[in-house]
């Protein structure tokens, strides 16, 4: 073989080397493009998903200032984090506890800690602090009107089991003195019909006199009294 011939062959492997480049240039190119699209449609689901949330949610930095909040948070009716501000220092600073020692903690441990019933001014909240490489993700709910509406489940059924028991004490043999007529209660006290009635709930009195004690009492009004009315209780306050 002359020096030709020897210099076209190696003319011949450079292009069969260059060709191999180029189609695994072009499979690297797709499989580029395919992951950009994917990583393109995780991140407007990612968008949509905290944009549209209906939990209001604020996103801060490694150093617990504010990045970004969503909609839910705009449309809360509450003051809005300035970007930059610092989380629960410049920004809902008075809850409970220590609110941004509790964020800090969170993301230096790298695990996710919720706060159920947190209160704050007059509200309660339900907060959920989700860390993540560069910050965490602050998301709260307003549960002031579900709890109010438990205490009031809760207030209505110890109002109910008082009732009953007091229904159920009328329904035995009330402890009664024979003299003075008071009535012992279930803590050894002695009370006069009035109180113990009034003292449960149960009823308001009008005080009268029956025909009888007006009679005892009041004999001259007694009296004077049209005979039709003698059996009718009078009213004195």
Same mark, same amino acid.
């Given at each position: 073989? =002359? *020096?030709? =011939? *020897? #210099?076209i062959d190696d003319l011949k492997s450079r292009i069969d080397v260059l060709e191999k480049g180029r189609d695994h240039y072009r499979e690297m190119e797709i499989k580029y493009e395919q992951g950009f699209q994917e990583l393109r449609e995780k991140e407007e689901f990612n968008f949509a998903l905290f944009q549209y949330s209906p939990f209001v949610t604020i996103i801060v930095d490694v150093d617990g200032r504010v990045i970004k909040s969503? +909609?839910?948070k705009r449309m809360s009716g509450d003051r809005m984090p300035n970007i930059g501000d610092v989380m629960y220092k410049d920004y809902a600073s008075h809850h409970g506890i220590d609110m941004h020692g509790e964020l800090l903690a969170c993301m230096a441990g790298g695990e996710l800690k919720t706060f159920p019933e947190m209160h704050y001014k007059d509200k309660v909240l339900s907060i959920t602090i989700a860390p993540f490489p560069k910050g965490a993700i602050i998301t709260t709910q307003d549960i002031t009107d579900r709890v109010q509406a438990e205490q009031d489940r809760i207030n209505l059924i110890k109002? @109910? %089991?008082?009732? @009953?028991?007091?229904?159920?004490? #009328? %329904?035995? #043999? #009330?402890?009664?003195? +024979?003299s003075c007529k008071k009535i012992r209660d279930d803590k050894g006290y002695w009370n006069t019909v009035e109180e113990y009635f009034s003292h449960r709930g149960m009823v308001d009195f009008s005080h009268t006199l029956c025909p009888d004690c007006i009679k005892h009492l009041y004999p001259e009004l007694w009296a004077k009294m049209p005979q039709h009315h003698h059996h009718t209780p009078t009213h004195h306050g």
């Open positions: 073989m =002359d *020096q030709r =011939d *020897q #210099l969503n +909609a839910a109002e @109910l %089991r008082r009732a @009953l028991n007091e229904v159920e004490t #009328l %329904r035995g #043999l #009330l402890p009664i003195c +024979a």
